[in-house]
């Protein structure tokens, strides 16, 4: 096991310095959100997706998309329909993977973000944390957009930093790692 979260963290480390020019701040940046858990405190937060559902047991992973009032939330909340296809794909090989999607829009675009959440179909958990708990607890997640998208494992570690939407290698790896851990 060690060896295979060893090989996962090099691989991750790899793919993600190789692809930037900052080597040396990406690698602080993920060292750091990798330094403890992440702490999903989303029953704290409004629910507001379509279906209103939640998942009722742990999930081996999941995905976070997190979007804080420095970006344009609304904007991030209507490109989340290029998830669609890929949580389809990953429900239908396994029900170990569960997705949050967390935006605290500044008190100002909330209005704008409720308009705009009220029109999307979206069947999985979107969240509204307009008191910036997610923030508030996962201090060492850093304020630059590129690291609010990740997976976590069961322990709510952070295992990959990347949109595997718009990154092949982030998807690539995300897809070994989920084969390695059914085995």
Same mark, same amino acid.
């Given at each position: 096991?060690?060896?295979?979260?060893?090989?996962?963290?090099?691989?991750?480390?790899?793919?993600?310095?190789?692809?930037?020019? /900052?080597?040396?701040?990406?690698?602080?940046?993920?060292?750091?959100?990798? +330094?403890?858990?992440?702490?999903?405190?989303?029953?704290?937060?409004?629910?507001?997706?379509?279906?209103?559902?939640?998942?009722?047991?742990?999930?081996?992973?999941?995905?976070?998309?997190?979007?804080?009032?420095?970006?344009? +939330?609304?904007?991030?909340?209507?490109?989340?329909?290029?998830?669609?296809?890929?949580?389809?794909?990953?429900?239908?090989?396994?029900?170990?993977?569960?997705?949050?999607?967390?935006?605290?829009?500044?008190?100002?675009?909330?209005?704008?973000?409720?308009?705009?959440?009220?029109?999307?179909?979206?069947?999985?958990?979107?969240?509204?944390?307009?008191?910036?708990?997610?923030?508030?607890?996962?201090?060492?997640?850093?304020?630059?957009?590129?690291?609010?998208?990740?997976?976590?494992?069961?322990?709510?570690?952070?295992?990959?930093?990347?949109?595997?939407?718009?990154?092949?290698?982030?998807?690539?790896?995300?897809?070994?790692?989920?084969?390695?851990?059914? /085995?």
């Amino acid at each position: 096991m060690w060896n295979f979260k060893f090989a996962l963290a090099l691989l991750l480390l790899c793919s993600i310095v190789s692809s930037c020019n /900052r080597d040396k701040d990406v690698y602080a940046n993920i060292m750091q959100m990798k +330094s403890k858990p992440v702490t999903l405190s989303c029953d704290s937060m409004r629910l507001i997706s379509y279906k209103n559902r939640v998942d009722t047991f742990p999930k081996q992973f999941y995905w976070v998309v997190y979007s804080d009032s420095v970006d344009c +939330s609304s904007c991030r909340l209507t490109n989340l329909v290029h998830w669609n296809d890929f949580i389809y794909e990953i429900k239908e090989s396994t029900n170990s993977v569960g997705f949050r999607f967390i935006f605290s829009p500044s008190k100002k675009d909330i209005g704008s973000f409720m308009c705009a959440a009220g029109n999307l179909k979206f069947s999985t958990q979107v969240y509204l944390d307009s008191a910036n708990i997610f923030e508030h607890q996962n201090q060492h997640i850093p304020s630059d957009v590129l690291f609010h998208t990740f997976l976590l494992d069961e322990n709510m570690n952070v295992v990959l930093v990347g949109d595997p939407i718009r990154n092949k290698e982030i998807n690539k790896i995300f897809w070994d790692i989920l084969k390695g851990k059914e /085995r």
